[in-house]
């Protein structure tokens, strides 16, 4: 019963490197999320996806990159990362409105730019 | 815009005491309202789930209401412990909308 699973849980890059960061769900969930989350601050969304093939921005979408290939995947792409991006990443997902619209976080994933 | 507010922003209580933990939201054409609670550098658990037709929900010590006409969602914890202590958030799934909108959650502390 994995859930959302995401990796790496913990990554230090340098600026200016790229990464992705992976985000699975075994639930058949349509809708998936990936939310950055600063110390003492709220969750802003970054992107969000509502089935493969679709994606859309969410309130902070600049340095960073989705593709949804598979209902089951979502993973996150930074590009030429910079100390803002230092913060913790979750994604989520949901059966949107088909179901209870519940939604469930991974883990987490903690990134830090130096 | 979808605004939640969570008040208080933090609540420190001695153990065994009854509390209530308030959200509001300023549209109420919500689809369902959750409750999560994040301990220190974890990940978000869901508490509870209220869909919009629901007046309350509960689990073991936690009772969850919700007034969609005024706007308000209460979350009641019995009997705290330290356990407890952790921040919670809600959320609300609009309805015509993909994605939810948080408050910025209640830091809660209970001491022994």
């Known amino acids: 019963n994995a859930g959302v699973t995401q990796t790496p849980k913990f990554r230090i890059l340098k600026i200016g490197q790229s990464m992705t960061l992976q985000c699975a769900q075994d639930?058949?969930?349509?809708?998936m999320y990936w939310y950055r989350q600063d110390p003492g601050m709220g969750l802003k969304l970054i992107y969000y996806s509502v089935g493969a093939g679709i994606t859309d921005k969410g309130e902070v979408p600049n340095g960073y990159n989705v593709s949804r290939s598979t209902t089951e995947d979502f993973p996150l792409r930074l590009e030429l990362a910079a100390p803002s991006q230092t913060s913790v990443y979750f994604c989520a997902s949901n059966a949107g409105v088909w179901d209870t619209g519940e939604l469930f976080f991974g883990e987490g994933s903690r990134l830090t730019v130096l | 815009k979808q605004e939640v507010t969570q008040i208080p922003a933090a609540l420190s209580v001695p153990e065994g005491e009854n509390l209530v933990l308030n959200c509001s939201f300023t549209d109420s054409a919500i689809y369902n309202l959750q409750w999560f609670r994040q301990d220190p550098g974890k990940g978000l658990t869901s508490l509870l789930l209220i869909q919009s037709s629901q007046r309350e929900q509960t689990s073991g010590r936690l009772n969850a209401s919700l007034d969609k006409s005024s706007g308000r969602s209460t979350l009641y914890i019995a009997a705290s412990q330290p356990g407890d202590s952790a921040t919670y958030l809600c959320?609300?799934?609009?309805?015509?909308?993909?994605?939810?909108?948080f408050g910025k959650g209640t830091m809660l502390l209970v001491s022994p």
């Open positions: 639930m058949n969930h349509n809708y």
């Open positions: 959320a609300v799934f609009e309805e015509g909308y993909s994605t939810l909108t």
